[in-house]
């Protein structure tokens, strides 16, 4: 009986996450881009483009094969995820749909404790008008934050792989 009720609970903590999670999404994506109607497109990606995205970003690590993006007029933001220090970090990433480069990162929820700072405007700032073909590394061109290595790398890797997604979906946003 024990353990059925701690599934229960278990269950039913996951869900309220969850659904957190999806309400503050929401709240992020209408304060980065308030003229959208929070109906995201899900846009799929094949092994190929997968390949690709590894190759940009110098990583075997693992891209998932769907996002979330959302688009109006002359914005998009690219539902982004990447493993911090101590859980996933999960962002919202405002992009120019005519020069596609980022415009703002919006922080949908993470567990992180000393790298919350990568929350502050004097580290989010560095990403602004970055494309796809800026570095994007901590140490080099991006400042991190002190005794946030892993916080601030992470950024970092969500910055551009949102913006190497968002080149994929605006060659052909139809595919799912």
């Not at 497109?41 to 693992?62: M, R």
């Amino acid at each position: 009986m024990k353990k059925i009720l701690m599934i229960v609970l278990a269950v039913l903590f996951v869900s309220a996450v969850m659904a957190t999670r999806a309400e503050n999404q929401d709240k992020i994506v209408k304060e980065l881009m308030p003229a959208t109607d929070l109906k995201p497109q899900v846009y799929s990606l094949t092994a190929a483009d997968i390949a690709s995205v590894q190759k940009v970003l110098d990583s075997d690590k693992p891209v998932r094969d769907t996002y979330q993006i959302y688009v109006t007029g002359k914005e998009a933001v690219v539902v982004e995820e990447q493993m911090g220090k101590w859980g996933i970090i999960y962002m919202a990433i405002l992009i120019n749909t005519e020069t596609k480069k980022a415009v703002d990162i919006g922080f949908i929820d993470m567990v992180e404790k000393r790298g919350v700072k990568v929350k502050e405007g004097y580290f989010k700032n560095q990403f602004k008008d970055k494309s796809l073909t800026d570095a994007c590394k901590v140490g080099e061109d991006i400042k991190g934050i002190s005794g946030a290595t892993i916080s601030s790398k992470a950024v970092c890797v969500a910055v551009k792989r949102a913006l190497m997604i968002y080149d994929l979906f605006s060659k052909n946003p139809k595919k799912k």
